[in-house]
């Protein structure tokens, strides 16, 4: 018999909660840091998960096949579910009656899914787990559609990557219906794409907010050039303008230096001959004055 210092510490839904909480703190740290739209929202989606795959094992009945009410804690998976529509509708920067009418569209299958996990009377709704996991994965063949919205409108920027990821959740439930494995395994299973969903939308917003960086530093560079030629540019019309001054400034005073040689002579001349007509009046001879 093994030794119980021998078994693991924790399981695999220990690990992927843990993975699930680190991605939490990493979108709450950009929310904080880079205000990025959508952020927020997808820390409380990844909270919420990790919440509820780290109590999986422990609070979630594996039977019936059949369901009517699932119980409460489903609505913790509606609402992270909820949390990713909302988050993602933001991040690609859709406004207006564009956004009202996509959240929903988008939320409209949680809706009911939510109504049948109150645990309402609703004993003539019986749905297959199978068909249940069809409901609950639909919301994200619409966040697939968003993200490819957002990738013909803005090219490159990664978010086909994040449409195939979200599309990875209603794949691993058609998968697994038609393997015809025990629809209970999609809640264990189902994790692993969302694990994928989280790290992608992560590492596009990462790469999409160092892009959007390097844009504005190039663009910021080539400010600084237009600005450096201008400057350069306004210092040779400066340079110029003050040469052309000093050409006026040298004109001018080569004119005033030949103005005043020419009236030396005959003001030298009005000079003496007021002189003599000023000794002339003193001496009281205004004939001589006169002259």
């Given at each position: 018999?093994?030794?119980?210092?021998?078994?693991?510490?924790?399981?695999?839904?220990?690990?992927?909660?843990?993975?699930?909480?680190?991605?939490?703190?990493?979108?709450?740290?950009?929310?904080?840091?880079?205000?990025?739209?959508?952020?927020?929202?997808?820390?409380?989606?990844?909270?919420?998960?990790?919440?509820?795959?780290?109590?999986?094992?422990?609070?979630?009945?594996?039977?019936?096949?059949?369901?009517?009410?699932?119980?409460?804690?489903?609505?913790?998976?509606?609402?992270?579910?909820?949390?990713?529509?909302?988050?993602?509708?933001?991040?690609?920067?859709?406004?207006?009656?564009?956004?009202?009418?996509?959240?929903?569209?988008?939320?409209?299958?949680?809706?009911?899914?939510?109504?049948?996990?109150?645990?309402?009377?609703?004993?003539?709704?019986?749905?297959?787990?199978?068909?249940?996991?069809?409901?609950?994965?639909?919301?994200?063949?619409?966040?697939?559609?968003?993200?490819?919205?957002?990738?013909?409108?803005?090219?490159?920027?990664?978010?086909?990557?994040?449409?195939?990821?979200?599309?990875?959740?209603?794949?691993?439930?058609?998968?697994?219906?038609?393997?015809?494995?025990?629809?209970?395994?999609?809640?264990?299973?189902?994790?692993?794409?969302?694990?994928?969903?989280?790290?992608?939308?992560?590492?596009?917003?990462?790469?999409?907010?160092?892009?959007?960086?390097?844009?504005?530093?190039?663009?910021?560079?080539?400010?600084?050039?237009?600005?450096?030629?201008?400057?350069?540019?306004?210092?040779?019309?400066v340079e110029a303008r003050t040469c052309e001054l000093r050409e006026v400034i040298a004109g001018l005073e080569g004119f005033n230096r030949q103005v005043s040689h020419d009236l030396r002579g005959p003001l030298g001349g009005i000079g003496g001959l007021a002189r003599l007509a000023g000794q002339a009046?003193?001496?009281?001879?205004?004939?001589?004055?006169?002259?």
């Open positions: 018999m093994q030794a119980d210092w021998l078994q693991p510490p924790f399981t695999v839904t220990d690990l992927i909660a843990a993975l699930l909480w680190v991605l939490a703190a990493l979108y709450g740290t950009l929310k904080l840091r880079d205000h990025e739209p959508g952020m927020g929202w997808f820390a409380w989606a990844m909270a919420l998960m990790a919440v509820f795959v780290g109590n999986n094992a422990r609070h979630l009945p594996t039977e019936p096949t059949w369901v009517s009410a699932v119980g409460g804690w489903f609505l913790v998976i509606l609402i992270a579910i909820g949390c990713l529509c909302v988050g993602l509708t933001l991040y690609v920067g859709m406004q207006g009656r564009a956004r009202t009418m996509v959240l929903a569209l988008l939320l409209m299958p949680l809706v009911v899914c939510g109504v049948i996990a109150t645990g309402v009377d609703l004993s003539i709704w019986q749905f297959k787990r199978h068909v249940w996991n069809l409901i609950l994965t639909a919301p994200f063949f619409g966040l697939a559609g968003v993200a490819w919205w957002a990738e013909r409108r803005e090219r490159s920027a990664g978010h086909l990557y994040i449409a195939l990821a979200f599309l990875l959740v209603p794949g691993t439930a058609i998968v697994l219906a038609a393997l015809g494995s025990p629809s209970a395994h999609l809640r264990y299973w189902g994790f692993v794409p969302m694990l994928v969903i989280g790290l992608t939308l992560l590492t596009v917003s990462l790469l999409r907010r160092r892009r959007l960086l390097l844009e504005e530093v190039a663009r910021r560079a080539t400010a600084e050039d237009a600005l450096a030629r201008m400057n350069a540019s306004l210092e040779a019309k009046l003193e001496r009281g001879d205004l004939a001589a004055a006169q002259k």
